[in-house]
T-cell receptor, first 114, second 115 residues
Framework: AQTVTQSQPEMSVQEAETVTLSCTYD???????LFWYKQPPSRQMILVIR??????QNATENRFSVNFQKAAKSFSLKISDSQLGDAAMYFC???????????FGTGTRLQVFP | DGGITQSPKYLFRKEGQNVTLSCEQN?????MYWYRQDPGQGLRLIYY???????QKGDIAEGYSVSREKKESFPLTVTSAQKNPTAFYLC??????????????FGEGSRLTVL
């Protein structure tokens, strides 16, 4: 069975600094998607970034980028120039190609200090 | 604006009562999902539906029931059989199978507290 592991329950970063959140997953599939979702205190989850497994290039969305290591089954999220609004729970998620449900990790709470 | 609306935001229930959480979407999405969120456990899938009048159990379906009579609506009933119903419930929708991308769009959630 596929699993997603986030080993850092909490992280903190100073404003304007860079922080990396870790995620590992276990699958025997070769085609799948990986996601990072953000859940701010308002509780509404929003998609931060998506990575297709068949793409070797790491996805980037403005200050957010990933380090996708397919062989190591690792998918970390790097937040550059951290802002106070980045404070939230971050969830890593996996779904195999043409599957119909995502598998989520347990989340990492990120605090951002001024 | 397109999106997902969950209601109520907060709900209190006495033990032994059934309660229904509403989820409506105007994104024209085929698939809808219900997740339960507990501290330290991430999101766990309760039920999901890929098409009207059809739905499947997720990982923790016991004590819950759903219906999908309309494409826009996917209500969740928390029955008295659910032993530990106090939690935060999230509804989500997507275009369907993960081939095109699999992104989920979420509502703002409903917090259920059993007194």
């Amino acid at each position: 069975a596929q699993t997603v592991t986030q080993s850092q329950p909490e992280m903190s970063v100073q404003e304007a600094e860079t922080v990396t959140l870790s995620c590992t997953y276990d699958t025997s599939e070769s085609d799948y998607y990986l996601f990072w979702y953000k859940q701010p205190p308002s509780r509404q989850m929003i998609l931060v970034i998506r990575q297709e497994a068949y793409k070797q290039q790491n996805a980037t969305e403005n200050r957010f980028s990933v380090n996708f290591q397919k062989a190591a089954k690792s998918f970390s999220l790097k937040i550059s120039d951290s802002q106070l609004g980045d404070a939230a729970m971050y969830f890593c998620a996996y779904v195999r190609w043409e599957a119909d449900k995502l598998i989520f990790g347990t989340g990492t709470r990120l605090q951002v200090f001024p | 604006d397109g999106g997902i609306t969950q209601s109520p935001k907060y709900l209190f229930r006495k033990e032994g009562q059934n309660v229904t959480l509403s989820c409506e979407q105007n994104l024209n999405h085929d698939a809808m999902y219900w997740y339960r969120q507990d501290p330290g456990q991430g999101l766990r899938l309760i039920y999901y539906s890929q098409i009207v009048n059809d739905f499947q159990k997720g990982d923790i379906a016991e004590g819950y029931s759903v219906s999908r009579e309309k494409k826009e609506s996917f209500p969740l009933t928390v029955t008295s059989a659910q032993k530990n119903p106090t939690a935060f419930y999230l509804c989500a929708s997507s275009t369907g199978l993960a081939g095109p991308g699999g992104e989920l769009f979420f509502g703002e959630g409903s917090r259920l507290t059993v007194l």
